[in-house]
Nanobody, 124 residues
Framework: QVQLVESGGGLVQAGGSLRVSCEAS????????MGWFRQAPGNDRELVAA????????YYEDSVKGRFTISRDNAKNTVYPQMYSLKADDAGIYYC?????????????????WGQGTQVTVSS
């Protein structure tokens, strides 16, 4: 099992960027596919980015393509969701999530382990 801690959220002006990290404890980090979820106020939680266990495969929801990236450094037990050109619609609570999966692709559902979330607020 892994424990996930998000950091790097906060207040940013529209058009700005946030460099977020999701740090995991545990020795089995490399066996987990990872996801990055957004829960906007009043909306359901949705997957906006995902990365395979190896980092070789990534997924981005259409609304964030070209603006968000996700990468990982398994030696550091850390995933790095990077969010650029932030818009008001990007605001919400962002969650890091993990699912044990060693296939080559990303995981789009069935996440098992969740971080506490980090608030992203976009001002104008």
């Amino acid at each position: 099992q892994v424990q996930l801690v998000e950091s790097g959220g906060g207040l940013v002006q529209a058009g700005g960027s946030l460099r977020v990290s999701c740090e995991a404890s545990g020795r089995a980090f490399s066996s987990y596919a990872m996801g990055w979820f957004r829960q906007a106020p009043g909306n359901d939680r949705e997957l906006v980015a995902a990365i395979s266990w190896s980092g070789r495969s990534t997924y981005y929801e259409d609304s964030v393509k070209g603006r968000f990236t996700i990468s990982r450094d398994n030696a550091k037990n850390t995933v790095y969701p990077q969010m650029y050109s932030l818009k008001a619609d990007d605001a919400g609570i962002y969650y890091c999530a993990a699912r044990e999966y060693t296939g080559e692709g990303t995981v789009l559902k069935g996440y098992e382990i969740w971080g506490q979330g980090t608030q992203v607020t976009v001002s104008s």
